[in-house]
Structure formats: structure tokens, C-alpha cells
């Protein structure tokens, strides 16, 4: 189903409510907006396949954008709106766009895109922005009847660029129509319960994969999405409350910062409504997800995969526990782990994470290198995103790392992951990265990068705290050999910290075979 079947028979439905202001959107608005939309652009001359490309906040115009360009059979690239002018631009370059859509929220820096951009469209909701046509004036005039050849179209998502320019995953769009289940829709909306009685709370930012995906499938299944413009821990408990909240998701970042409200916050509001909580996006700490199963109970679900859709795994509390860290077993394509030569592992060796699919399920645009970087060596439909981990016995994945970011100090393995989960609830630490520094004797050694909380200030005494905690709870040749402080780490909102970022100021001198 689609937008087009929920508006036709109950148009008055809400289809969004935004958190902060309260505004809102029928599916009649939502699907008379998109058709709008879709015919301005294909007026102007796009077809299926272009891209769409969209650099926006939270805003309640962001799924009519989206649901004129699947309505279009073409690809909406959805921009990282914290991006600065030149790194927004080089994506709306890089993927071809023909048509960019903003905000006056996001002025200058949008002002100074349309000046390194040559695209035939471009509109700005809510205001005039130098460069942009008046968003609501292109589509006031426009006819919202019944567009006369709907095709399928999809979304174009770039990688965060963790370790270096981002790549646009482009998978091949499917042929039929834009009210054909597809994606989340058939993977996860039978599992998860979706319907028109859902109310799906969306924490985090629009233009992220998983947010994008999942309010998008809570439109095409009926229900309403309560989309907050930025997280709150506190307001998000409020939120769940006010509106029954049913289904919602998450990163782990997120689940720490309402752990560490006080005890009298975390209960304040009543949760009862919450069925069904998501986590995924980044490795979530044991002691995180055991404390969050313990006040929210087994309704806690964790999945594993990738915009490229090469692969998804899937599991629920009861399976967590019994398989403590694990991300589940593949409900989209088959596992397999291997070593540096592309040689499968036995349980519990940890490897390189491949899916096998029957097919290549997608390319990294305009960079065929990349792509095949991501294939077996020997085998080309089984492709990798870069994690390792290992299966245990019972055929559950674990993951250990990203393979960018393992740290090798005297030949020895060390996955920074883990000792960031055991430093993530130390009272005074507020985010926390670890990173192989240069080190003369071993090649490298780890060093924690602390952002502290608020009310405390960097000292000598917490980094040997900090320390001290980490012996408590690491063998040694893991434990940090330092601690250094940064007033905030760069961490997205979507749970992914930048640690490039990081590690080029260690880096700028040496030889590495860090990237």
C-alpha cells in the first residue's frame, strides 16, 4: 500500500505531527503535496531515474518532497544537513542531481551551495533564499489530480564519509509501482506489527537511511510518525507519553543519555503504549542494552545492515539475551566470515562480514573501484560494509569492529569497540572514542578521546579515574595508555562518531596504514 490507498480512505488520518511545534499533515495534504510536486518536476523536464536531491532539517515538507520523487520512479538523495557548503555541494555534484530542495532553516549555508551547483531546479521551502525559487510558488498552480504513470522510485543515500569522502549507494530501481510493498515494508512491517494504529516515534534526523526508511514504510503501512526536530532525552519520554507512542527507534547514544537521567526523569512518564523499540546504526554497549531491556522490557529488537541492502540481520530481546552482543541471524541474504584472502572462518573466528545474495545488489556511484572493493575476491555477490565479526555456534553474528578502525599495536589485534563499551557509563564520561596513536616500538597504541560530561573539566586526576576503570573491566594490553579530552566529539546525530577526524591529528606526521 502507499499514501494513495491511506488518503483515499481516510484523508483526514495524520500522517506526521512535529514533535516541537505540534503542526501536522493529513495523508490527504501528504498525497495531494506529493502529486504537486511530481508534476512540477516532471513539467520541468525530469524523468524516472534522475536524482532528487533534498538538504534539509526536520521539517514537516520533508516526506511530501519524498513521496513526489517515489511517486516519480526517481531517487531522492537525501543531504546530511550539518554538511558545510562545500561538502553538500559535492554531493549534490556527485550524484547528478537535477532538481535541489532546501529551507530557510539551513540559509547560508544552502545561499552558498547555489553558488558551486548548476542545477536546472532549485527550490526553497519556507521563505526566498538567494539562488532558489519560492518552494510553495512553484507547486501553488500546479494540478494535484491523479498522475497518469506512477513508477517505483527509491532513495540515493552517500555514506557519512567516516574515513573519507562519502559514496552514493545506487541500487537498481524496481520495476512497478509506487504502491507495491517494498523494502522495510516486506523485510520488517510483518515482524514489527506496522499498521494504520502505529505511532512510530522518529528521534533522530530525516536525512539518515534508517529514519528515512522507516517513516516512510509508517506512511506506505498507515500510521502516523511523531517526528522530533532534535533529541531530547528527557522530551522523548514526554513524547512517548503525550502521543501513546507504539514503535520507535534508536541509536545507542540515545539510550545512554536517558539512562543517565536521574531516577525521578525516568519515571515520570508512562510508557506502557511502547511495543516495539529499534536499535541499530552503531554497536550498542552490553551493560546499555541490559539496563535498557530491564526498564523498558523485552520489546527491544537490534538489526544489523546497510543502505546497500546486501544483507539485514535481526533479533529480539529473548535472543539478545541468550546470545549477549549479538545482532542476529540474516533475514536478507546469507553470512559468511572471512579472513584477508577471502577464506572462510570457523565460529567464533572473527573475519570480514559478507552477505551472499543472488545477485549484486548495488553499485557505489561514479567509483566502480569502491564497488569492487566490496566483493569477494572470489566470489561477487557476496559484499562486504566493512564490519568484523564472527559467528558464534548457533549461527548468530557478532560484531567486533569496523576493519578501518582496528588497532594493531605488536601484532596484536585490538578492537577499539569493545573498550569504548566498557567506558560508555562511567559517570563522568559523556562520549568517548578510541584510536591507535603512533607508537615508535609497537606500530601503534590506544588512547581514549573523552568528551566529559557537564560540570566537570579536564584534569589529570579523572584521566588516571578513567584508567584505573578500564583495568577494572579490560585486560591489559586493551586498557588505554592515555586519555586526552576534546570539548566535543564528532559524533553525528545518528549515532557514527567521525574518528578520521581524530585520528589525522596523531596521524599528520607518520607513515599509516590508516585512512
Not at 488520518?13 to 490527504?28: D, P
Not at 522518529?202 to 528515512?212: D, E, G, K, R, T
Amino acid at each position: 500500500m502507499a499514501i494513495s490507498h491511506h488518503a483515499a480512505a481516510n484523508p483526514d488520518r495524520i500522517a506526521t505531527i512535529m514533535a516541537g511545534t505540534g503542526e501536522t499533515l493529513t495523508y490527504g495534504e501528504l498525497n495531494d503535496r506529493s502529486i504537486r510536486l511530481a508534476r512540477m518536476l516532471q513539467d520541468s523536464g525530469l524523468r524516472p531515474g534522475d536524482v532528487v536531491a533534498l538538504f534539509m532539517e526536520n521539517n514537516i515538507r520533508f516526506h511530501e518532497v519524498v513521496w513526489a520523487v517515489l511517486r516519480s520512479g526517481m531517487y531522492l538523495c537525501p543531504i546530511n544537513r550539518y554538511l558545510n557548503a562545500d561538502e553538500a555541494a559535492y554531493i549534490v555534484i556527485d550524484s547528478e542531481a537535477r532538481a535541489l530542495i532546501t529551507s530557510t532553516a539551513l540559509q547560508s549555508v544552502a545561499a552558498e551551495v547555489a553558488s558551486k551547483v548548476d542545477c536546472p531546479i532549485m527550490l526553497s521551502v519556507d521563505g526566498g533564499i538567494e539562488g532558489y525559487e519560492s518552494y510553495e510558488a512553484a507547486v501553488a498552480t500546479v494540478d494535484s489530480s491523479p498522475l497518469q504513470s506512477e513508477p517505483a522510485g527509491d532513495g540515493m543515500y552517500y555514506s557519512s564519509g567516516t574515513t573519507g569522502r562519502p559514496k552514493g549507494i545506487k541500487r537498481s530501481l524496481v520495476k512497478g509501482h509506487f504502491t507495491d510493498p517494498a523494502g522495510l515494508e516486506i523485510l520488517l512491517g510483518p515482524t514489527f506489527g506496522f499498521g494504520t494504529d502505529t505511532v512510530y516515534l522518529s528521534p533522530a534526523p530525516l536525512y539518515h537511511a534508517a529514519p528515512f526508511g522507516f517513516t516512510r514504510t509508517i506512511h506506505a503501512m498507515g500510521g502516523t510518525n511523531v517526528i522530533m526536530e532534535r533529541f531530547d532525552a528527557l522530551e522523548a519520554l514526554r513524547l512517548i507519553e503525550k502521543h501513546q507512542v507504539t514503535h520507535s527507534q534508536w541509536v545507542p547514544t540515545m539510550f545512554i543519555r536517558m539512562l543517565k537521567l536521574a531516577a525521578d526523569e525516568r519515571s515520570r512518564y508512562d510508557l506502557s503504549s511502547h511495543r516495539v523499540v529499534v536499535h541499530a546504526a552503531a554497536p550498542c554497549p552490553l551493560d546499555v542494552k541490559h539496563k535498557m531491556i530491564d526498564w523498558w522490557g523485552p520489546i527491544i529488537w537490534e538489526y544489523y545492515g546497510g543502505s546497500e541492502l546486501n544483507g539485514l540481520t535481526l533479533c529480539d530481546s529473548e535472543q539478545w539475551l541468550a546470545h549477549p552482543g549479538t545482532v542476529g541471524k540474516p533475514i536478507l541474504g546469507s553470512l559468511h566470515i572471512c579472513d584477508e584472502n577471502g577464506t572462510e572462518l570457523e565460529p567464533h573466528q572473527p573475519g570480514a562480514v559478507y552477505f551472499e545474495r543472488d545477485r549484486m545488489p548495488f553499485n557505489y556511484h561514479n567509483d566502480p573501484e569502491k564497488t569492487r572493493s566490496a566483493q569477494h575476491p572470489e566470489h561477487p555477490t557476496w559484499t562486504k560494509l566493512g564490519d568484523v565479526g564472527f559467528v558464534d555456534e548457533d549461527g548468530y553474528l557478532h560484531l567486533t569492529d569496523r576493519e578501518s578502525f582496528m588497532i594493531i599495536s605488536g601484532g596484536v589485534n585490538i578492537y577499539p569497540q569493545e573498550i569504548e563499551d566498557s567506558l560508555a557509563l562511567h559517570p563522568k564520561i559523556r562520549d568517548v572514542a578510541v584510536i591507535g596513536v603512533p607508537n615508535e616500538d609497537f606500530g601503534e597504541e590506544v588512547k581514549a578521546v573523552v568528551e566529559l560530561e557537564p560540570g566537570f573539566e579536564p584534569s589529570e586526576e579523572i584521566a588516571l579515574e578513567i584508567l584505573a576503570y578500564a583495568r577494572d573491566r579490560l585486560a591489559g594490553y586493551k586498557v588505554p595508555r592515555s586519555v586526552d579530552f576534546e570539548e566535543q566529539l564528532p559524533r553525528l546525530e545518528t549515532g557514527k562518531l567521525y574518528k578520521r577526524l581524530l585520528r589525522d591529528r596523531y596521524w599528520a606526521d607518520h607513515e599509516s596504514r590508516l585512512v
